[in-house]
């Protein structure tokens, strides 16, 4: 199979950034560059290509454990450090990652496959997340106070205290930024977990991090032994809170064992989306939004649209709009500026992808457009957009989290037919609806059972609002003034006057 080729300026182009992200890739630890006693290394790659993008520690017990300790012992004094002096630092973070989007979109590219426009896009997320905490900072400052007779009763917001932080490999940016911002702004001290497929870009952030001055050991990067480090995490009781974005069934093995510590968890899991367009919609919208709900990423978001849900009247319509658009995206490698699709993050994901669509098949669907025989010449990471139409919703392509630009179409007539068709699942993290009824619209997202709506938008999202889900998609919020919170503790002084 031929991989694909890149132009040879953009080569040199991507060589010439990357070499600006001079930082040794080690663990962080303590505001050190750490080796692992060991010396096991695991090679990263590129997606795309299968080349070999640099090598790491590969960590484990050892490595988690000094670095929860190295986050214990700074968390003192970060605790008692300024809201003013956090901010500036927040802030100079924040810009430092505004200066090297370039590189670090590159660095994305060549660890998560992603086109570079998007990786571009995800850096300015995270500086988003950053600038926002740097001036949400300031409004930490003594709660409130009650004044009685005898007696004042002050609300303080302390920070929680060392935080253990799982991050996932689809948005190596703004993931961790989403954690980092909020919990340095409360004055809590981190270790952070990245997914071992995209280890560099965690420890770009790291290294900016230290440059913008954010004093040794506040934030650790260790990876490895994804199991060994949890447990670690789990049993050291120095850590007080575990934010874990990722799989449901992780997800419920970490609060389980964050349950025998009394440990503090939020938890942002799987999803489900449905995207649904009822009859008197904007179909040339409803198509374009779509299309970059389920395409965005090779679609490997948790907030994707997973399920077309689409009033009978309009579905050959809107059908046919679909796989014009979903017919024109062209597969290749990220920096390549053609390129609307990059490749999945590993070929099991193509192969998972290629199975439901034909196992929707065999049930009575149609593939509309896609599959993997229309990019045969490429390697198996790379599936194309792919409709698939006549899906029933009992069929697993319905009930599935989808991790790859497949959309399954289902019809239906009427508001409450919709209703139970989005809330069928046992997820809740993201719905949209698209109608011009902006009264119908308003009601049904009331009912929806999920802890994000787009209604005629097709990304809701901000560093300045709550983001996070609600059933088995996970609970607590990251952004906003309520992500903050996650990782205060109020603490009430009651002083006897007179």
């Known amino acids: 199979m031929n991989c694909p080729s890149v132009d040879p300026e953009i080569v040199a182009r991507r060589k010439a950034a990357l070499a600006r992200l001079d930082f040794p ?38 490595e988690a454990g000094r670095a929860i300790a190295a986050a214990a012992a700074s968390l003192p004094h970060w605790r008692a450090t300024s809201l003013r002096r956090r901010s500036e630092i927040l802030a100079r973070i924040q810009e430092l990652l505004r200066e090297l989007r370039e590189p670090l979109a590159f660095l994305r590219t060549a660890e998560q496959g992603g086109p570079h426009v998007q990786s571009l896009a995800e850096v300015d997320f995270a500086a988003d997340y950053f600038d926002w905490y740097s001036r949400q900072v300031r409004r930490l400052r003594r709660r409130r106070v009650v004044k009685e007779p005898d007696r004042s009763l002050r609300v303080e917001l ?11 490999w689809n948005a190596p940016f703004s993931a961790p930024a989403r954690k980092m911002s909020a919990a340095l702004a409360a004055g809590c001290t981190l270790v952070l977990k990245p997914s071992e497929l995209t280890p560099i870009c965690a420890l770009a952030l790291a290294w900016i991090c230290h440059r913008a001055g954010l004093p040794p050991g506040v934030l650790n990067v260790v990876f490895g032994d994804a199991e060994a480090i949890g447990e670690t995490f789990l049993e050291e009781e120095a850590v007080r809170l575990i934010t874990f974005t990722g799989s449901t069934r992780v997800g419920k093995w970490l609060m389980a064992g964050a349950a025998r ?12 989306a449905p995207f649904v367009v009822f009859a ?9 939004d779509a299309t970059r709900l389920r395409c965005a990423n090779s679609g490997q978001v948790c907030i994707a649209a997973n399920r077309l849900l689409v009033e009978r009247p309009v579905h050959a319509a809107l059908v046919q709009k679909l796989a014009a658009r979903f017919s024109r995206l062209r597969l290749g490698h990220g920096d390549s500026p053609d390129t609307d699709l990059g490749p999945l993050i590993r070929p099991e994901a193509a192969h998972n ?48 989290e989808l991790f790859a630009p497949l959309l399954p179409v289902i019809e239906f007539s009427g508001e409450e037919e919709a209703l139970r068709l989005v809330n069928g699942t046992e997820y809740g993290l993201a719905a949209y609806l698209y109608t011009r009824d902006l009264g119908r619209a308003r009601r049904l997202a009331g009912r929806i059972e ?38 205060l503790e109020p603490r009430l002084i009651g002083i006897r006057e007179g």
Not at 261 to 272: A, I, Q, S, T, Y
Request: glycine share 16%.
């Open 280 to 288: 008197d919609a904007d179909l040339d919208a409803a198509a374009r």
């Open 25 to 62: 890739r080690r663990l962080w630890v303590g505001g050190q560059w750490l080796e692992v006693s060991g010396g096991e290394v695991w090679a990263v790659r590129d997606p795309a290509t299968g080349e070999r993008v640099g090598e790491v520690p590969w960590g484990g017990r050892l």
């Open 261 to 272: 510590g009394v440990k503090r968890v939020f938890l942002e899991l799987g999803g489900n």
């Open 450 to 487: 999920a802890g994000v709506v787009g209604i005629n938008h097709p990304r809701p999202l901000a560093a300045h609002a709550p983001f996070g889900g609600v059933k088995q998609s996970g609970f607590g919020r990251e952004g906003g003034a309520e992500g903050v919170l996650e990782f």
């Open 158 to 168: 302390q920070p929680v205290g060392v935080v253990a932080a799982i991050t996932p």
């Open 353 to 400: 992808a290629e199975r439901l669509a034909r196992d929707a098949v065999r049930r009575g669907a149609k593939v509309v457009c896609g599959g993997r025989a229309a990019c045969a010449d490429l390697p198996e990471r790379f599936y194309p957009a792919t409709l698939v139409d006549g899906v029933r919703p009992e069929m697993e392509i319905a009930r599935t």
